[in-house]
């Protein structure tokens, strides 16, 4: 039971696409495309011998929320005293701009960290954050002032879980998506981005600790979400396309990964004898290409996907999980750096920038031939849970006490 926290890091789209990001932003969980991908290009590919330059650092608050950044602005959602608080900073000083906060009274009934859980999204001018007791809350960019705030877990009458809430708001047209699972159909619940309206609401699954996508697959918009049960695919208006069931026998579990969109497939994975499974989607009909315990299971970090390859860890994190390079096709694991240990992943490129959880930053080719670290560097103390931020060839890592910035430019 006391491992399931780690399922919270993996920690927002119906109606059509939102207005593109500019490439080297990081506006969301995951990124502009929320797939782990950064779409710059101005990174060394080699750390420089007295390693990369760090910019900034400062103290902060508990929480497992990513950074988020757009616009010259970076968003740190953490906790302070008996406050979750938004923090908007200027992403290349660190100075604060703003602040908001409100009370929270959450409580982890294992002892650990009670800050957010979720990465704030960034969009339109707006900021939408997603706190552990389900407060769901708009800010304007620019002053940090209230647009609108919802209690979710009263609105849908939503039990404790193991570790609070943990979705990470998508944002396409005028919606915000959020996996609320309560005892009213709250599977995936679209809210009106301006206002907090209920849009519609779908399924009766329970929420997990994975955040939803959305995507274009064989020519349909579709926003993908990994709830408790499974997943699902639903249309711009709401209407369920399919559920394909997927999560573990035991009740003591989660499903966390985001699910992974390339072409017309879709990667779903989980620990806890889950497994992973890659299925080819075709409008309402799921197919199911192959599906192993034994090749990508995804404790709490979701993987990234090159040139057919899949990248990701293996395994529980208590157990320390291997490093893996997967055929995304057949499921053939292609190499593994086996006791590797926890971490997250973030593709640049060719390049994979694999953070791992005690704070060391390596930098590799993404290949299916071997794992061969360019470059590595220990740029936090203690423990890295949350994602991090990679924007204007800086990167942004937390800990669970402390932000620093450190350049990768070229």
Same mark, same amino acid.
């Given at each position: 039971?006391?491992?399931? *926290?780690?399922?919270?890091?993996?920690?927002?789209?119906?109606?059509?696409?939102?207005?593109?990001? /500019? !490439?080297?932003?990081?506006?969301? #969980?995951?990124?502009?495309?929320?797939?782990?991908? /950064?779409? =710059?290009?101005?990174?060394? $590919?080699?750390?420089p011998k007295q390693g990369p330059p760090i910019v900034w650092k400062k103290t902060i608050g508990q929480g497992f929320s990513g950074p988020a950044v757009a616009q010259g602005k970076l968003i740190l959602f953490h906790?302070?005293?008996?406050?979750?608080?938004?923090?908007?900073?200027?992403?290349?000083?660190?100075?604060? @701009?703003?602040?908001?906060?409100?009370?929270? &009274?959450?409580?982890?009934?294992?002892?650990?960290?009670?800050?957010?859980?979720?990465?704030?999204? @960034?969009?339109? =001018?707006? @900021? /939408?954050?997603?706190?552990?007791?389900?407060?769901?809350?708009?800010?304007?960019?620019?002053?940090?002032?209230?647009?609108?705030?919802?209690?979710?877990?009263?609105?849908?009458?939503?039990?404790?879980?193991?570790?609070?809430?943990?979705?990470?708001?998508?944002?396409?047209?005028?919606?915000? %998506?959020?996996? *609320?699972?309560?005892?009213?159909?709250?599977?995936?619940?679209?809210?009106?981005?301006?206002?907090?309206?209920?849009?519609?609401?779908?399924?009766?699954?329970?929420?997990? +600790?994975?955040?939803?996508?959305?995507?274009?697959?064989?020519?349909?918009?579709? *926003?993908?979400?990994?709830?408790?049960?499974?997943?699902?695919?639903?249309?711009?208006? =709401?209407?369920?396309? #399919?559920?394909?069931?997927?999560?573990?026998?035991?009740? !003591?579990?989660?499903? !966390?990964?985001?699910?992974?969109?390339?072409?017309?497939?879709?990667?779903?994975?989980?620990?806890?004898?889950?497994?992973?499974?890659?299925?080819?989607?075709?409008?309402?009909?799921?197919?199911?290409?192959?599906?192993?315990?034994?090749?990508?299971?995804?404790? +709490?970090?979701?993987?990234?996907?090159?040139?057919?390859?899949? /990248?990701?860890? &293996?395994?529980?994190?208590? &157990?320390?999980?291997?490093?893996?390079?997967?055929?995304?096709? $057949?499921?053939?694991?292609?190499?593994?750096?086996?006791?590797? =240990?926890?971490? $997250?992943?973030?593709?640049?490129?060719?390049?994979?920038?694999?953070?791992?959880?005690?704070?060391?930053? %390596?930098?590799?080719?993404?290949?299916?031939?071997?794992?061969?670290?360019?470059?590595?560097?220990? *740029? @936090?103390?203690?423990?890295?849970?949350?994602?991090p931020a990679l924007a204007q060839g800086r990167l942004y890592v937390r800990n669970e006490n402390s932000l620093v910035c450190v350049s990768l430019k070229k």
């Amino acid at each position: 039971m006391r491992y399931l *926290i780690f399922a919270l890091l993996v920690l927002s789209l119906p109606f059509g696409p939102s207005p593109a990001p /500019y !490439a080297q932003d990081w506006p969301q #969980f995951l990124g502009p495309a929320r797939n782990g991908e /950064y779409l =710059g290009n101005d990174l060394v $590919t080699v750390f420089p011998k007295q390693g990369p330059p760090i910019v900034w650092k400062k103290t902060i608050g508990q929480g497992f929320s990513g950074p988020a950044v757009a616009q010259g602005k970076l968003i740190l959602f953490h906790r302070v005293g008996e406050k979750e608080t938004i923090d908007c900073l200027e992403a290349a000083t660190g100075k604060l @701009i703003w602040r908001f906060d409100y009370p929270t &009274h959450y409580r982890d009934d294992f002892g650990f960290d009670e800050g957010p859980r979720s990465t704030p999204s @960034i969009a339109s =001018g707006r @900021i /939408y954050t997603f706190g552990a007791e389900g407060m769901l809350h708009c800010l304007d960019l620019a002053t940090g002032k209230k647009v609108w705030a919802l209690d979710t877990h009263r609105q849908f009458d939503v039990r404790k879980g193991y570790f609070g809430a943990a979705c990470s708001p998508l944002i396409e047209d005028r919606a915000v %998506l959020l996996n *609320i699972g309560g005892a009213k159909p709250s599977g995936l619940v679209a809210f009106d981005r301006e206002t907090g309206k209920v849009l519609w609401a779908v399924s009766s699954a329970e929420a997990s +600790y994975s955040s939803p996508v959305a995507a274009t697959v064989g020519g349909l918009r579709s *926003i993908f979400c990994f709830t408790r049960s499974g997943l699902i695919g639903v249309d711009p208006g =709401g209407n369920l396309r #399919f559920e394909f069931p997927w999560r573990a026998r035991m009740q !003591a579990s989660v499903n !966390a990964a985001a699910p992974l969109v390339a072409g017309d497939l879709v990667f779903v994975s989980a620990s806890y004898q889950t497994g992973a499974a890659l299925l080819q989607i075709a409008g309402s009909k799921v197919t199911k290409i192959w599906s192993s315990d034994d090749v990508l299971s995804n404790h +709490y970090a979701s993987s990234v996907v090159h040139k057919g390859y899949l /990248y990701g860890f &293996h395994g529980r994190q208590e &157990h320390g999980p291997s490093l893996r390079c997967v055929q995304m096709q $057949t499921g053939k694991v292609m190499w593994s750096e086996e006791s590797f =240990g926890s971490g $997250t992943l973030t593709l640049a490129g060719d390049t994979l920038l694999v953070l791992r959880e005690r704070g060391e930053l %390596l930098m590799a080719v993404a290949g299916p031939k071997a794992f061969q670290p360019a470059g590595k560097l220990q *740029i @936090i103390s203690g423990t890295v849970r949350a994602y991090p931020a990679l924007a204007q060839g800086r990167l942004y890592v937390r800990n669970e006490n402390s932000l620093v910035c450190v350049s990768l430019k070229k």
